[in-house]
């Protein structure tokens, strides 16, 4: 989306603070992917450990994005973001200071908890302020989501290369307090609101999913099974806990009807299933590329940039094809790429000659694509669902993207030890084409009124 077409809404630099603020909340998730290998050295910690420093990030954002999303709506999206943005500035410091893995893995949770509360401020902001180019902005936010991961892994390894990985956590503090700046002149107030807070019912529902992410993560530290099937079992137990209370509830933090519907459904799973095939690519390649052909992570920040930059091209890209077909069938397009995508880099490290880097940019390129579609098109489906309309419920879908992104990095905490590549990335393939299948499941969504441009409020 050209700049030129945001009229309507409070300018052009909140605009691009907005769109920002997505950017450096996936660089700091990715930020750490190209120096992985010296972190793991500096701190004794194994392969799967260090997966763990990067899961805890996503883990703690899986937890706490439901309340994130109430919040936003209770105090005010800008006054929410600002003070998550204080809480990630002070977790970046806290980082790089970290003197064992505990620590980090404590530190890049904190920075997880902070992350949570940017999707819903800025997918609310953009969906209202500009809600006349809705399509258009959400490709732009996917694109924005692009940027983060295009940059971050370079950026990382070219401070880690010449300062030491620690700085990193330096540099994005410094990148955080000039947004919030920024964020804090130009983006004007959203009016808050007294939605409902129904407490057993967000108890049920972070502890649910809650456990379930735990559960997955550590199974990919190979933690007792006893311990991983209760956790299991409880978390599904107090997810029908949520269900059977939302519907007795006039209180709920969301009609369960509303979770279903169509739209919010398929978009929900295509987002969760976008998100575990990046989270096993960006972790399983800068390893792959690190200690199997023994590549200095500016080298690999340079390669893994190729992911990343295609997402963010193409998703707005996207968006034009998604005008003359359907965003569904942009949807079913994207979801093919990220089944056929991984069983390449498969091939790549099986097949004799094609485990060279220029392999891997090139199938890099591809599978950017197919997520870049797929996000855009997610992004656009749910902020045109009814459930869109309420803050928690765009909570709980951030919620599934960031569990989503967290079974990803467990599947290869728990596999990549095991030395076949090929188990790790059949696991996005297969969930890619278990989430196109579901999108034929059901009847089309039903045509839904667009909101008045301008309206500042989460209803």
């Known amino acids: 989306m050209s700049h030129g077409d945001i009229a309507g809404g409070p300018g052009r630099i909140a605009y691009l603070a907005l769109l920002g603020t997505t950017t450096l909340g996936t660089l700091s998730s990715t930020i750490i992917s190209a120096p992985i290998n010296d ?56 980082a790089a200071l970290s003197p064992d893995l505990g620590v980090l893995v404590l530190m890049r949770s904190l920075q997880g908890v902070a992350c949570s509360a940017i999707p819903p401020v800025v997918q609310h902001a953009l969906g209202t302020f500009w809600a006349a180019r809705r399509g258009r902005v959400m490709a732009t936010w996917a694109s924005a989501i692009g940027v983060g ?24 503090a410094v990148l955080t307090v000039a947004l919030a ?7 004007p107030h959203m009016r808050p609101r007294r939605p409902p807070m129904h407490v057993a019912g967000m108890a049920a529902l972070i502890g649910g999913v809650g456990s379930l992410v ?15 099937i209760a956790l299991v079992l409880f978390g599904l137990g107090l997810l029908a806990l949520y ?80 005008e003359r077909l359907t965003p569904r069938r942009v949807l079913h397009i994207g979801l093919v790429t990220l089944v056929v995508g991984p069983l390449l880099l498969a091939s ?26 797929v996000q ?16 928690s419920a765009l909570g709980i879908h951030n919620m599934m993207r960031f569990a989503g992104l967290a079974l990803g990095y ?45 309206d500042t409020s989460l209803r």
């Not at 392999?359 to 197919?370: D, F, K, S, V």
Request: with cysteine; proline share 6%; charged share 10%.
């Open 376 to 391: 855009s098109s997610a992004a656009f489906g749910v902020m045109r669902s009814p459930a869109a309309e309420r803050g």
């Open 39 to 94: 972190i793991a050295n500096d701190l004794g910690a194994t392969a799967s450990q260090i997966v763990f420093a990067v899961s805890a990030f996503t883990v703690a954002m899986v937890v706490f994005a439901p309340l994130a999303g109430w919040l936003c709506e209770r105090y005010g999206a800008k006054l929410f973001l600002l003070a998550s943005l204080g809480l990630m500035t002070v977790a970046q410091l806290g």
């Open 214 to 228: 735990v559960a997955f993560t550590w199974a990919g530290q190979g933690g007792p099974l006893v311990l991983e």
């Open 149 to 172: 991961q295009a940059i971050g892994p370079p950026l990382g390894g070219l401070v880690a290369d010449a300062t030491g990985w620690r700085s990193i956590f330096v540099v994005h």
């Open 181 to 187: 700046l920024v964020l804090a002149r130009f983006v």
């Open 348 to 373: 790549a490290s099986t097949v004799k000659g094609m485990g060279s880097p220029g392999w891997i940019l090139a199938i890099l390129l591809i599978i950017g694509c197919g997520i870049g579609a």
């Open 243 to 322: 269900h059977q209370l939302s519907r007795r509830s006039r209180q709920a933090l969301v009609d369960p009807r509303l979770l279903v519907e169509a739209r919010y459904l398929r978009s929900t799973v295509a987002a969760a299933t976008v998100m575990a095939s990046l989270g096993v690519v960006i972790v399983t390649v800068p390893l792959y590329l690190g200690r199997d052909l023994d590549l200095r992570p500016s080298v690999i920040g340079a390669i893994t940039f190729a992911l990343a930059a295609a997402m963010a091209l193409f998703a707005p890209i996207s968006s034009r094809i998604a």
């Open 410 to 454: 467990a599947w290869v905490a728990a596999t990549y030890p095991l030395g076949s590549l090929f188990l790790v990335y059949s696991g996005p393939a297969m969930l890619a084409a278990a989430a196109f299948l579901l999108t034929f499941i059901g009847p089309p969504a039903a045509p839904i009124q667009e909101p008045a441009p301008g």
